[in-house]
Structure formats: structure tokens, C-alpha cells
């Protein structure tokens, strides 16, 4: 009898203890307002997620190697590679002028050489005149 | 101030165009239109000073002709090429000769041929009774010639200009030659 006693005692100790811990309780004042904050520092505190730039994907493996460690051959490299660049804009901009300076000169020429065959025209028409005088002739 | 000079430079800009068109009459463009082939050249000062850099040298046309354009200060040229004859009226080339009949111009060179139906006007122009321009208008039954060149030149380079640049000079007998050629090819 005391045994049985005993554990409905125990049972109703945990059905006391059960309904203690499982009873309805409303959240304290200001703690949805600490969770956003929370979460909003969390983000705050996480660095933007980095994308692979063209620049990373070429030059950061070249300029890993040991050589470029040092910033002096680091502005080397890039006086060099902005000299490249100079030098390219420069070949190309006397080549395109090269070119227009040809166009311009077949222009020249082709106007010289209708020119000349007009006077030649002129010329010949003229020394016809001079064995035919059917043809009129002003001079 | 800028300002003002940029809006002065934009309203005469037209003005300006306008004074070079005036090389080349307005009416013959009209033409570009009925022609089956066209060749324009438009060359002013400073262009003519750029095309010549590029002449060499080492290439006696191309020596000659940077002698030749050293004092020009333009060359105009417009070449009509028509499919058939007629394409243009002779009331449209008098229209064009009637240009040059102003003071300062004079016709040297007039050539009708009933024949051939080829027409050659020859116009110079003088200042200081010194050629300072020629103008040749060549109309052919299938092709209408305008040509002007402005600046001072020298009788001796026209000859060069007649003769020369790839053009084969035009005498008597090389004309006989040619003749007796075209009589064989027709036996």
C-alpha cells in the first residue's frame, strides 16, 4: 500500500512539475524589439560576400608569386604594363593616320589624273581641229 | 564671353560650308542622281598640305604632283558617268559654263565637236595677270567632267598635268597611230 503511495505521489510530482514548466507564459516587454536587434547586428557584423572580379581571376595569381610581393616591382609592373598601353594607343593612332594619309593621297592623285586626261582631251580635240576644220574651235 | 564666340561659330558655320561649296556649283549634284558612276573629290588647303606628306618621292608622278599642289589651295572634282546619252541637257552645261562667265574668268579653251559629240571649256582664272584657278568642264555624250583647281599655277605644271599621272600624252601621231589601229582591228 505504502508503494503504491509512493508512486502516485511521485507521478503527481511530475505532473506538477510538467505543468509548471509547460504553463503559458507571455514573453517579457522589449524582447521581440532585442531579437530584431540582435539579427540586425549579426548581418551588420557579416562582411558583404566577395565576387571574383576579372582583376582577381587574372592578376591575383601573378601577383601571388613571390616577385610581386614587393611593392617596388609591384609599381614596376605597372609602369611597364601602362607603358605597354601608351605605346599601343600611339602605334595604332600613327597607323590610322598613315591610312587616311593614303586614302587622301589616292584622292589626290585620281583628281589629278582626271584633271590631266580632261587637258589631254581638251589638247587632243584641239590638235584635231587643226587637221579637220569642219570642227569649231575657240582658243 | 566663350559662350558668345561658340554661338558666333555655330551661326556661321553654315555661312562657312556654304563658301566652300561655292567651289563646286550646287546644280551639278543633281546629277550624282542620274549618273551610273560618280567620282567626287573634294580637297581645300589644308587637306591638299596633309595628301601631299604622303607623296613620295621616289615616284616621279607623285613627285610632280606634290610640286604641282604645294601652292594650290584646292582641287575639286565631280565625274558623272551616264548608261546611255542624253542623260544630261545642254541647257544644264551652259548653265554650268555661265558661272565662269564672270569678271576675273576667261575661256581659253572651247572645243565643240559635232562629230564625237565632245565638248571641252577650258576656263582661267587671273589675278594680277597671274593664273590663280582653272576650271574644266568636259561634256561627253556619256560623261560630264567638272574640274576646279584653285590656286596659282605655273603653264609649265599644266603641261605636266596634261601629260602626265598615268595619262598617256596626246599628239598627232600617237592620235594616227591610234587611228590606224582601230582601222586594222575593224578590217
Given amino acids: 500500500m505504502t508503494h503504491k503511495t509512493e508512486i502516485k505521489a511521485k ?63 609591384r609599381w614596376a609592373a605597372l609602369a611597364a604594363f601602362a607603358t605597354a598601353m601608351i ?13 587616311q594619309g593614303e586614302a587622301a593621297k589616292k584622292q589626290l592623285m585620281l583628281a589629278l589624273r582626271v584633271a590631266g586626261s580632261k587637258l589631254q582631251l581638251a589638247k587632243s580635240k584641239v590638235n584635231d581641229m587643226n587637221t579637220d576644220p569642219t570642227r569649231h574651235v575657240k582658243e | ?33 542620274r549618273a ?32 604641282l599642289v604645294a601652292n594650290l589651295t584646292g582641287i575639286y572634282v565631280r565625274s558623272f558617268e551616264f548608261d546611255k546619252e542624253g542623260a544630261y541637257t545642254s541647257a544644264e552645261v551652259d548653265e554650268l559654263r555661265s558661272q ?14 559635232a562629230a564625237e559629240g565632245d565638248n571641252v571649256d577650258i576656263f582661267f582664272k587671273l589675278e594680277n595677270d597671274k593664273m ?35 595619262v598617256p600624252k596626246l599628239d598627232r601621231k600617237t592620235l594616227k597611230h591610234a587611228e590606224k589601229a582601230e582601222k586594222g582591228e575593224q578590217k
Fill in chain 1, 87 to 99: 605605346f599601343g594607343v600611339y602605334i595604332y593612332n600613327i597607323r590610322r593616320e598613315h591610312a
Fill in chain 2, 1 to 33: 564671353m566663350q559662350k558668345k564666340w561658340l554661338w558666333i561659330l555655330l551661326l556661321a558655320s553654315p555661312l562657312l560650308a556654304g563658301a566652300q561649296d561655292a567651289q563646286i556649283p550646287p546644280d551639278i549634284q543633281k546629277l550624282s542622281a
Fill in chain 2, 132 to 166: 590663280a584657278g582653272i576650271v574644266i568642264i568636259a561634256a561627253e555624250p556619256k560623261e560630264l567632267t567638272f574640274v576646279n583647281i584653285v590656286g596659282p599655277l605655273e603653264l609649265d605644271q599644266l603641261a605636266d598635268l596634261g601629260g602626265e599621272f598615268g
Fill in chain 1, 11 to 73: 507521478i503527481d510530482g511530475v505532473d506538477a512539475a510538467l505543468k509548471t514548466a509547460l504553463c503559458r507564459q507571455s514573453a517579457p516587454e522589449g524582447f521581440a524589439d532585442q531579437v530584431l536587434a540582435r539579427i540586425a547586428a549579426q548581418n551588420l557584423a557579416q562582411p558583404p560576400e566577395r565576387r571574383n572580379s576579372w582583376f582577381s581571376l587574372f592578376m591575383q595569381p601573378i601577383l601571388t608569386q613571390p616577385i610581386f610581393i614587393q611593392p617596388v616591382v
Fill in chain 2, 100 to 113: 565662269f562667265h564672270s569678271p576675273g574668268w576667261s575661256r581659253v579653251v572651247g572645243v565643240r565637236s
Fill in chain 2, 36 to 67: 551610273k558612276e560618280t567620282v567626287e573629290v573634294t580637297m581645300d588647303g589644308p587637306m591638299l598640305r596633309w595628301a601631299s606628306k604622303f607623296l613620295s618621292a621616289d615616284d616621279p608622278d607623285e613627285e610632280r604632283a606634290a610640286k
